[in-house]
Each structure stands twice: as C-alpha cells, then as structure tokens.
C-alpha cells in the first residue's frame, strides 16, 4: 500500500496571505521566474476541496494520504489573514469525511494556545484526527515546556506527533525548526511516536539522521524533497541512501507536502523517484531494495498508524 504521510488542504485564505506572499517571493528567487507569473499560478496550488488531490493520488497510484492544517494564527504577520485554526480542522475533516477510504486527518494546534489540549483532544475524539502535527516555525521550540501537555495528552491519545523541521519561508521562524530541539522530546517521552517531517530538509538531515538514530521512536518524513529530487537528483538519492543506512529504513516515509510543490514536481514524478531511481543514482551505484522501497512507499506508515 503506498501511503502519503504528509499533505494539506490549502487555499487563498488557509493558511492565510502572508505565507502566500513569502512562498511567491521565495519561489520567484528559486526559479528566476517574475513574481507576478508566479502569483497567477497559485491557484493551481490552491484546493480546498481535496478533488485535485484525489486526482494527483490517482494518478501517482497512492491508495492513501493524511492531510492536516497548519496552525500559524500566533505568527504575529499572519494574525490579520488566517482562518480560524478550528474552522480549518472542519474543512479537513469534512473533506476526509467525503473519502473515507482514501483521507485521513492529523490535528494542528499550536500549543500555546490557552485551550490547545482540548481542541486536540476534541479533534481526535470528534473530527476522528489520528495524530497531531506541531509546527514550531510559529515560533517555540518543542522541547519547550509549555507543549509538553501536547504530548501527554497525544501519549493518553495513542496517537503519533509529527514536527516540523527544516527552514521555512519568511515570515516564519526557523532556528526552532532544527531536529535537535526534537531529542529532549524523544529522551522524555520514549513511548511516543515522534515524526520528524521533513527530516530537517537538506540543511538539517544530518541532525535530524542523528537524532532518529539513537531514539526508536523517532520516524523521518521525506515530503519537501521534491526540489532537490528534481533539481540535483544525485544528491538527493545520496541522502537517501545515507538516511537509510543511518536510521534505517522502517523509520522513513514518503510524503509529498501538497500542495505547495506540485507544480515543481507532481505527486506521480515524485512517487516514481523513489519507485524507479534516475539513472544518475545506478550510474553512481546508489541502489535501494524493493523492501526499502515498499516500506518507505507506505508500509511503515500502515504500521505506525494501523491502516
Ligand atoms: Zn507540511
């Protein structure tokens, strides 16, 4: 079964227009493409719906995917245009409701928020959310003790916690995105299942590898890779490679982060980069077995969340 671990529902207002304007910036300096070209293609990013992610599944054949909102109404420069983070929870969970076979949801709260524990315990017993995403870009860190209740409650739960790693777009924060903030959670909590998303992106896989390697309960999402899979494909097959051969790959999942970069690399070209190498990896000898392949494809997410 493949699965995509990693997904959200976007659209003009969620997560809101600052983090529209930052992506378009980015984008524009990462491509060498006018702004203004850029901020026309948006909605083919857009989908608050779920039917174009449903498409792009079909035709990357992933049978599954877990699409979780994003919880950026305490960044000071979202606070004028982000959707209510509750009303963004409904919208996901109706949507799942819609495809019930296909669509899962994680919770996303900020965890300090005054009443975060019992929006995430309403999530998971209300709107059926089967693990929380925390995103310290908003700007905590998550060994700070303030979303240790998070976890407790996600522990009482049953249910795994994902955290954001890897530098993000202006205007949010990075330096609390780095994968080592994550061990005090992992040496805290061992019975917690722990997903660093990302896996620290290529600034930080090395950090994010070692801090996996040494905790058993810590798994790596690949989503946001697709970048580097597209644009230096030898190095991404070698990070690859090394993550696997660091952490081992029953900890690693694929996911694709959609919908930001789907138009850089679309769902079925980036399931088709790990199911059939580019040639450039065999030419260097970077290899990867059908049981690394299926288990990072989607049997380690069937595992960890008992699809
Ligand atoms: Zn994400």
Same mark, same amino acid.
């Given at each position: 079964m493949k699965v995509d671990i990693h997904a959200h529902l976007m659209g003009e207002e969620v997560p809101g227009k600052a983090f529209w304007d930052g992506f378009t910036r980015l984008a524009a300096v990462h491509t060498g493409r006018d702004e203004e070209r850029i901020r026309q293609r948006l909605p083919d990013i857009?989908?608050?719906?779920?039917e174009r992610l449903i498409a792009d599944l079909d035709d990357a054949g992933v049978e599954k995917v877990m699409i979780m909102p994003v919880d950026w109404g305490l960044v000071p420069a979202f606070k004028e245009s982000t959707m209510e983070i509750w009303d963004q929870h409904l919208i996901h969970a109706e949507v799942a409701r819609q495809h019930p076979d296909r669509m899962i949801t994680f919770a996303c709260f900020d965890p300090r928020r005054p009443n975060a524990v019992e929006l995430l315990e309403r999530a998971v017993t209300e709107l059926g959310a089967v693990g929380l995403k925390i995103h310290p870009?908003?700007?905590?860190? $998550?060994?700070?003790?303030?979303v240790y209740p998070m976890y407790e409650k996600a522990m009482e739960l049953g249910i795994p916690v994902m955290v954001h790693t890897g530098p993000e777009p202006k205007p949010l924060y990075s330096?609390?995105?780095? $994968?080592?903030?994550v061990d005090d959670v992992a040496a805290d909590f061992p019975d917690l299942n722990i997903i660093l998303a990302h896996a620290g992106l290529s600034a930080w896989w090395q950090e994010a590898a070692g801090v996996a390697s040494v905790a058993p309960n810590v798994f790596l999402d690949i989503s946001g890779w697709q970048p580097v899979a597209r644009l230096r494909p030898l190095e991404f097959y070698a990070t690859l490679r090394s993550l696997i051969d660091t952490v081992?790959?029953?900890r690693i999942m694929w996911g694709s982060?959609? $919908?930001?970069l789907r138009l850089l690399m679309p769902e079925a070209d980036w399931a088709k980069a790990i199911v059939e190498p580019a040639e450039v990896a065999q030419e260097k000898g970077i290899s990867f077995s059908e049981e690394e392949v299926a288990a990072i494809m989607g049997d380690n997410a069937a595992r960890l969340l008992s699809l």
């Open positions: 857009w989908d608050l719906t779920g870009a908003a700007g905590f860190f $998550p060994n700070e003790r303030i330096r609390h995105c780095q $994968p080592v903030y081992g790959a029953k982060d959609y $919908p930001a």
